[in-house]
């Protein structure tokens, strides 16, 4: 399997505060790696500099997507290249819908604006596989939303936009049992139809029980701790993170 990320040494500051130090790991093209680790151990900082939040600056090490060191690339150009993250916190925009943000988000991406007339075929499928009312489209973006209504609209950024990585994260806090199930159909699906590679940063094991897991990461104080397969996400779930984050001091 050919290699789409790769994050090799990577230290990263916020307001002169080192949060990440020195991480490494590679995810291949198609694969589904998770991201875990307590609060504050740095997963969302892992996140948002891969794609190239400017609140974030990389003291050392290097990112290299599909082969090209973009470690210096603005978030706008990362997001033509395929990159797209979903927010632990969506924001809400009021004065533009769903639907006109979605046709935009996929026009900066693309490059080209989509006839009106695909785009609403695209979109009313991708809504009805999340089982979303069509009439959402139509409303402001997430104003009013509730949180899985919020969650499922980025799933379907995520459909209609196909980036080759998707970073969620932690993009099931919040959602009743129903809302993971849908979410985690939407992620199948978007494996599936658009075949991308995904970073999922979550404490969920219901989202994971249904996805095909390649690797698993853990993180603790800005550094990746330990790593296996899919199964260590789960018994990660079960025991706690304490048996696998070792104590030298
Ligand atoms: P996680 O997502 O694993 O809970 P974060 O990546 O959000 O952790 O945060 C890791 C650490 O970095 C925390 O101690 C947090 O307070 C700090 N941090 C995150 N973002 C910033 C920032 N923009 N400025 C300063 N400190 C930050
Ligand atoms: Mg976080």
Known sequence: MSELLRIAGLSVSAEDKELLH???????EGETHVIMGHNGAGKSTLGCTVMGSPEYTVTGGKIYFDGEDITELSADKRARLG???SFQNPVEIPG???????????????????????????????MELLDMDSAYAERELNVGFSGG???KAEILQLLMLRPRLAILDETDSGLDV?????VSKGI?????????????ITHNARLLEN???DRTHILSEG?????????????????????????DS
């Open 96 to 126: 533009i819908t769903l639907s006109e943000f979605l046709r935009n988000a996929l026009e900066q991406v693309t490059g080209t604006r989509i006839k009106l007339w695909d785009f609403k075929k695209k979109l009313a499928a991708a």
């Open 22 to 28: 020195g991480v490494s790991l590679s995810i291949g």
């Open 83 to 85: 990159i797209f993250l």
């Open 178 to 182: 129903d809302a993971v199930k849908t």
């Open 223 to 247: 550094q990746v701790v330990k790593e296996g397969d899919g199964a260590l996400a789960f018994e990660v779930l079960e025991n706690g993170f304490e048996a696998y984050v070792r104590k």
């Open 188 to 200: 199948e699906e978007y494996r599936k139809s658009v075949g991308g590679s995904l970073m999922i």
């Open 211 to 213: 996805l095909s897991l």
């Open 149 to 151: 209504e919020k969650k």
